[in-house]
């Protein structure tokens, strides 16, 4: 699953941490629901440098907190940082557990003499690794736990393992639209005014979709604008194959509701309907 947000969902807020804690927010909506690619869309609406804010907070959430003093640079974005509620999927140890056999960390190459390795794990003992590729110091890797003693890992591939190990980051200006079409997905399109997703032909078309396409590609708004608002009609018409407006909560209680709190409602009606 793929969503698309404009990096104007920021630009409403006053300042620095409104925009930290909004971005947290997101993060974790995206993880709880295993979402595989965000793409932070650059739009006109968008204060110079929310783009880039919103990309540099999603991607130092991705991070383990164990590596982040190694990976990550001191920065006035991550200023409020520590407002950010961790995202706590299984490959940053959020229970500070011991390594076991089969766990899945993420590690950082410290040694390597190609195809071995030393890794960083987030423990004192450097882990002992093997790949089928070869690896280079300071790279990132996912590992298998193979032996807790003495400690041997193996590298994964993410695309061969069961664990959701977090999302892609992609930033999208005027090219937004081969970035949606290159996904290759049955594309939503939230909309207060769209059509009731749980009206049983429209939820049966999408679903059908969603399930022969293989990937959903959901098109976020702003407080202000729905995303073909946003981009035009013009733009939207270059968009490839079907594009399902659709309205996921019909009977809204409130006159607004927040981008985040969308994505929430939408991604939690498509994972049941899904599984």
Known sequence: MAVVIPASNLSVLPGLREKTEVVGEFARALAIYRVDDVVVYDDEF?????????????????????????????????????????????????????????DLREGLVITSWGRKAKVFIGVKRLCYTTSDRDVKPGERVLVRVVRAKPLNCRVESPDRIEEYVGFKT??????????????????????????????????????????????????????????????????????AGDVHRLNFIPKQGTLSVRTVEALHAILAQLNSDLA
């Open 46 to 102: 968008s204060e110079e440098g929310d783009a880039e804010l919103f990309l540099i907070l999603l991607n130092y959430l991705l991070v383990p907190p164990y590596l982040r003093k190694k990976l990550i640079p001191i920065t006035p974005h991550l200023r409020y940082a520590g407002v950010l509620h961790p995202l706590n999927i299984v490959t940053h140890n959020p229970q500070g557990k011991g390594p076991s056999q089969g």
């Open 170 to 239: 992609y930033r999208a200006g005027s090219d937004v639209v081969d970035i949606i079409n290159a996904f290759k997905g049955c594309v939503i399109l939230a909309s207060k005014d769209g059509f009731d997703y749980n009206d049983p032909t429209i939820k049966s078309e999408v679903l059908a979709s969603a399930r022969r396409r293989g990937r959903i590609v959901i098109l976020l708004g702003n407080p202000k604008a729905d995303f073909d608002e946003i981009v035009g009609a013009s733009v939207m018409r270059r968009v």
